[in-house]
T-cell receptor, first 115, second 110 residues
Framework: NAGVTQTPKFQVLKTGQSMTLQCAQD?????MSWYRQDPGMGLRLIHY???????DQGEVPNGYNVSRSTTEDFPLRLLSAAPSQTSVYFC??????????????FGEGSRLTVL | GENVEQHPSTLSVQEGDSAVIKCTYS??????FPWYKQELGKRPQLIID?????GEKKDQRIAVTLNKTAKHFSLHITETQPEDSAVYFC?????????FGAGTRLFVKA
């Protein structure tokens, strides 16, 4: 199993550009989520999904869109990048939320810089 | 929504000493409390977790305690080693949302 795979690992954007961070997992996990990590602020939840076709907002959803058309994939879209979105982004998945929360399995992270 | 506060933000200990990191949470409905370790440039990885129906859990040199009444939980690392140096995150979870604290950077001096 590859686990949780994120692409790209690094990306530089100009203000106003759009892009998609890809996330895929091969563990048949129902739950997937996106976090951003900024110095001194921990990991903040952007969006999450409890299954295909179901998404919801986390703590800091503004400026980001998500969709979940398959169990395996959970892309994060930045429609018009802003310097405040410069961060390290982590995708994470969990096997089942129905029994309550469980361990999150993280991808390697994607470092995004917006100029 | 849930808010998790974590202290201290930085902790420096001598090798062999104990380290304690404390967290408080705001939502009394949270029922799962994991701790993650993140080494420099790596992804966070779970080191121990505890559910709300348990007061204490231990795994070798690592232990976690939970006080539901006071809404706080703590991570205890005994006999610290240089490889324990990392950033540690506490988190509180309800159903399908996991909210993290801001992290504690632990330095273990040899």
């Amino acid at each position: 199993n590859a686990g949780v795979t994120q692409t790209p690992k690094f990306q530089v954007l100009k203000t106003g550009q759009s892009m998609t961070l890809q996330c895929a997992q091969d563990m048949n996990h129902e739950y997937m989520s996106w976090y951003r990590q900024d110095p001194g602020m921990g990991l903040r939840l952007i969006h999450y999904s409890v299954g295909a076709g179901i998404t919801d907002q986390g703590e800091v959803p503004n400026g980001y869109n998500v969709s979940r058309s398959t169990t395996e994939d959970f892309p994060l879209r930045l429609l018009s990048a802003a310097p405040s979105q410069t961060s390290v982004y982590f995708c994470a998945s969990s096997y089942s939320w129905r029994q309550g929360s469980g361990e999150l399995f993280f991808g390697e992270g994607s470092r995004l810089t917006v100029l | 929504g849930e808010n998790v506060e974590q202290h201290p933000s930085t902790l420096s200990v001598q090798e062999g000493d104990s380290a304690v990191i404390k967290c408080t949470y705001s939502d009394s409905a949270s029922n799962y409390f994991p701790w993650y370790k993140q080494e420099l440039g790596k992804r966070p990885q779970l080191i121990i977790d505890i559910r709300s129906n348990v007061g204490e859990k231990k795994d070798q040199r690592i232990a976690v305690t939970l006080n539901k009444t006071a809404k706080h939980f703590s991570l205890h690392i005994t006999e610290t080693q240089p490889e324990d140096s990392a950033v540690y995150f506490c988190a509180a979870s309800k159903s399908f949302k996991t909210i993290f604290g801001a992290g504690t950077r632990l330095f273990v001096k040899a």
